[in-house]
């Protein structure tokens, strides 16, 4: 009988074993590979994210004004080149598509650059490498880009594009994933310091030259906490505040925006995510909302 009970005990362990390690390869990309995830050589990882900001409100005016709308598509590339998944190289594509004026906010997808109303076009590109500054804390990680402007002028008869300068950016990835993988928590602390010529405005108050970003730093924590129904689904609520520091252009600004969203593992290496949020206060800025949804697939 002991015998029995013994042989039974060694197989429920490794049963239980065996579990275990299914359950660790069923986690997928959603659960996995978190912005703070590094990695293998030879991975390769592309998303494409599209953000449509609108507003009607402002807090340069008292109550309704003219919409404006503001399109934002990314595509971002990365692939590992250390064999200890320590360090990934990539390159951030930037397009845009803009219209004022109390035009439809669909309208950003016309591109039909209508003078006065509307502009559109590839805006930056940026080389960026990503590594791990502690081994020891290896959902720890730090992204650093330089954004190299592609746009002529940021304002053109009237209608704002992109800023026209370059950006030092370094954004801070961690995460934490719960015990039972249903919850996660990912922080993220976005620095971006601006610089090129100072804005030139003509007559007409276009920006001919410079930005009204240059010599200015914007930095931006964000909150994200995550639940997971199941490995392939995920439900998100976030909190972000950005702060632009003058550090010579005269120009501060902040906001706080908060949102929602949600990502589903389509296939093995394809996500979708959609995402939602609102400003709900701020200084020298918009008051609107954004749309958002993005792929990504790893391989």
Excluded: C
């Excluded at 909190?239 to 252009?249: A, E, K, L, P, V």
Aim: proline content about 3%; overall charge negative; cysteine-free.
């Amino acid at each position: 009988m002991r015998k029995i009970i013994t042989l039974i005990a060694i197989v429920a362990f490794t049963f239980a074993g065996f579990s275990q390690e299914d359950q660790n390869q069923e986690r997928s990309v959603i659960q996995e590979y978190t912005p703070s995830k590094l990695l293998n050589k030879g991975q390769w990882d592309i998303k494409w994210f599209n953000n449509l900001y609108t507003q009607t409100k402002s807090t340069f005016s008292d109550g309704k004004e003219p919409r404006q709308t503001f399109f934002t598509s990314t595509i971002d590339v990365f692939t590992g080149l250390s064999e200890n998944s320590s360090f990934n190289v990539g390159l951030l594509l930037e397009f845009r598509s803009n219209v004022i004026n109390d035009r439809s906010a669909l309208d950003v997808f016309s591109f039909d650059g209508e003078r006065g109303t509307a502009r559109s076009g590839f805006t930056s590109f940026a080389p960026a490498v990503k590594f791990n500054p502690i081994k020891s804390v290896s959902n720890f990680t730090i992204q650093t880009a330089f954004h190299i402007p592609l746009v002529d002028q940021e304002t053109d008869d009237g209608v704002f594009l992109d800023q026209k300068g370059f950006i030092f950016q370094n954004r801070f990835f961690y995460d934490y994933t719960f015990p039972g993988d249903k919850w996660q928590l990912f922080t993220e602390l976005n620095t971006e310091y601006n610089f090129g010529k100072k804005a030139v405005q003509d007559a007409n108050f276009d920006t001919v030259e410079g930005s009204f970003a240059n010599n200015s730093l914007n930095i931006t924590p964000g909150v994200f906490i995550s639940y997971f129904p199941s490995p392939k689904f995920t439900i998100l609520g976030l909190m972000q505040h950005s702060q632009r520091i003058d550090t010579g252009n005269d120009f501060e600004q902040d906001f706080t925006a908060i949102g929602g969203g949600a990502k589903y593992q389509l296939t093995k290496s394809l996500n979708i995510e959609t995402l939602y949020t609102n400003f709900i206060r701020g200084n020298n800025t918009g008051l609107g909302q954004t749309f958002n949804i993005g792929l990504r697939a790893l391989f």
